[in-house]
């Protein structure tokens, strides 16, 4: 039913192939549009929307150690490091 096809990325001009399984999987999820870019190029522009996530140090409130974490700590919620948080959550 479906069959391999040469497309050129609309990025940056190469030809890829768009596999007979790819074009099912397409299919089975109700996608009308064929892919625009080769997996490259749509990797670089998955990879270029991410933002880095700011880490932020603190104290850990069980056993002092410095603790990274994603978020801005706040003087009224205890942070914990990596290892006391699981601990905590296991109990």
Known sequence: MY??????CKECGAEFIF????QEFYAEKGFVNEPQRCKNCRDARKNSMKSEREMFAASCAACGKEAKVPFRPREDRPVYCSECFAKMKAE
């Not at 069959?3 to 050129?8: F, G, S």
Request: avoid cysteine; proline fraction near 0%.
């Open 19 to 22: 596999t007979a399984g790819e």
């Open 3 to 8: 069959e391999d096809r040469t497309l050129i």
